[in-house]
């Protein structure tokens, strides 16, 4: 057997016991009642940042929680940690991408029981999270706006998973040659059903939006 | 042998051929005095339009060509085949990153003796291309600076293997609340020698400087 088959042949068992955690996952969070939202976006492109708006704005009248992966630093857990919900940094060293395994591991340490969201923040990498089902009940691509409008065609797969869209830093808009409509027309080749919101993490421009999507998924999820 | 065990084995037997590759096409380069540059960068972080600029500022006085990876589209390709200078297209897949395979297979349909420099643009991602040797003579890594200044320390790996950090579209510095001295400050804890340069390739500011980076490089590898 070839190499290449060989890393086939492993890479396709590694998903499909992925598959199987991620399953029993998303079966144990329907049962409790907690939308689980995933995030993913290239580096930098403002998840934790929209993370930590949405942490402060549910945190008053919902139960949340929130993962992080990192490859270093557990920087993102102590900066969503002032928010007051719980927060649980997970560092994966080499690996580019959360596995259903590590978010399994990683409940052991919060009380995820009764809440009625849980977000996973996703190794900032637009390709290899695309393959892997975390047991989440959406996943949400982030794409900053300073990325070009692009970005859907080049990195496909990420965008064709995802249940919403948000295209953040729409305030530097005026200073880029990027067209916002191009982005949301290039997303829907890839995707044509997603829903799309522009929105500024540091504005807060768009927030409301995304709050009034979340409140009503997991409204959909109980019904 | 657990899943995992024989996972980490592949990985490390594909990791070692990928570097006996990469070493026979550094021989190969050095020996026909073509200066090899690899790009790495997060999607939307600017290596095309650096690239764009580069290819168009040396393509009057030096021989240079471009291979360019994508998971799809041969957008990159065809927008930097406008500098005049011989570009092809890697198109990967799947695949999250370039491999020297792909390098050498890409070299049979471009003229590559006698090229002064060659530039390689990876797929965009902060983490898996840092594994991998393209048998380049330099990893340049561009980090837009909206993509926020802790980057480096949550991406480590990509920034300690870089010869040379490219801070791109400084430009928009004035709109933001990242910190340049903040971002050079953490690149230099992953990689206390790295040369840095702020630029952008919307405006041209700093490209003079990595245009001189470029020639003194090459000057200094055929010396």
């Not at 959360?98 to 809440?115: H, R």
């Not at 540091?202 to 009034?212: S, V, Y």
Request: with cysteine; glycine share 6%.
């Amino acid at each position: 057997m070839s190499e290449n088959t060989r890393l086939v042949q492993v890479r396709q068992h590694v998903l499909k016991r992925n598959d199987t955690v991620a399953r029993a996952l998303r079966a144990s969070f329907r049962a409790a009642g907690t939308y689980v939202v995933s995030l993913v976006s290239s580096p930098g492109a403002g998840k934790t940042a929209l993370l930590e708006q949405m942490l402060g704005a549910l945190h008053d009248r919902h139960r949340v929680a929130a993962l992080v992966g990192d490859l270093a630093t557990d920087n993102d857990a102590r900066r969503l940690a002032r928010s007051g919900a719980p927060v649980k940094q997970i560092i994966t060293g080499t690996v580019c991408h959360l596995e259903a395994e590590m978010i399994k591991a990683a409940l052991d340490d919060v009380p995820w029981e009764g809440l009625d969201f849980l977000f996973i923040e996703n190794v900032g990498n637009l390709v290899c999270p695309a393959a892997f089902d975390l047991g989440e009940a959406a996943k949400v691509a982030i794409v900053s706006i300073t990325e070009g409008d692009d970005k859907p065609l080049k990195y496909p797969d990420i965008f064709a998973v995802a249940s919403l869209i948000l295209v953040n830093k729409i305030d530097l808009a005026p200073y880029l040659d990027a067209d916002v409509d191009r982005l949301i027309g290039n997303a829907r080749r890839v995707n044509p059903d997603v829903e799309v919101l522009t929105v500024s993490a540091r504005t807060g421009q768009g927030l409301d939006a995304w709050l009034a999507w979340l409140d009503a998924r997991r409204i959909g999820q109980a019904a």
